[in-house]
T-cell receptor, first 115, second 113 residues
Framework: AQSVTQPDIHITVSEGASLELRCNYS??????LFWYVQSPGQGLQLLLK??????LVQGIKGFEAEFKRSQSSFNLRKPSVHWSDAAEYFC?????????????FGTGTLLAVQP | DAGVIQSPRHEVTEMGQEVTLRCKPI?????LFWYRQTMMRGLELLIY????????DSGMPEDRFSAKMPNASFSTLKIQPSEPRDSAVYFC???????????FGAGTRLSVL
């Protein structure tokens, strides 16, 4: 079945430490890929997106993500986490290059940041 | 741009009452999406519109739910009658074009007592 998997439900990191949030998808064709962030009581904000080309994409707030076709992954990274990064992070996929006009969301990873 | 605007931000109602949630998409966007978020089920797509026309409503849980988009700048999601299990945060999102970059509103937190 087509799916988006975020294997880590909850992650805790120390402020200043590096971060990597995992995302795997199971679709045949190369999909469009997105990461969103949701702060408490807020809507989802787009962090970054991948459509084609360079597999390392830069986003807002110092985040980046790398598309690896061989692993069907699109992991989110940040070299140094700030306390304000504590939030829930969602990976999303538009299957078939966006042909269906919908997004499939992962279940989210809740990030806690320790001082 | 003001972004996607949802109202109300919070709604508390009693079981059996009608609830109407409202959404104003980003000006110029041609697709609009309604989602429901709960702890148990995560983020679920309820229905989406292209150019004001409903395209896929397979996510609408029951006939108690209905959605309309009378024009390009306004959409409603109605629940009648409401039930406690409808308690959730409802998000509206809009996008433009094939790249489907969706922009979300701040959501409506619905509590049905």
């Amino acid at each position: 079945a087509q799916s988006v998997t975020q294997p880590d439900i909850h992650i805790t990191v120390s402020e200043g430490a590096s971060l990597e949030l995992r995302c795997n998808y199971s679709y045949g064709a190369t999909p469009y890929l997105f990461w969103y962030v949701q702060s408490p009581g807020q809507g989802l904000q787009l962090l970054l997106k991948y459509f084609s080309g360079d597999t390392l994409v830069q986003g807002i707030k110092g985040f980046e993500a790398e598309f690896k076709r061989s692993q069907s992954s699109f992991n989110l990274r940040k070299p140094s986490v700030h306390w304000s990064d504590a939030a829930e992070y969602f990976c999303a996929v538009a299957p078939n290059g966006g042909a269906t006009n919908t997004l499939i969301f992962g279940t989210g990873t809740l990030l806690a940041v320790q001082p | 741009d003001a972004g996607v605007i949802q109202s109300p931000r919070h709604e508390v109602t009693e079981m059996g009452q009608e609830v109407t949630l409202r959404c104003k998409p980003i000006s110029g966007h041609n697709s609009l999406f309604w989602y429901r978020q709960t702890m148990m089920r995560g983020l679920e797509l309820l229905i989406y519109f292209n150019n004001n026309v409903p395209i896929d409503d397979s996510g609408m849980p029951e006939d108690r739910f209905s959605a309309k988009m009378p024009n390009a700048s306004f959409s409603t999601l109605k629940i009648q009658p409401s039930e406690p299990r409808d308690s959730a945060v409802y998000f509206c999102a809009s996008s433009l074009g094939a790249k489907n970059i969706q922009y979300f509103g701040a959501g409506t937190r619905l509590s049905v007592l």
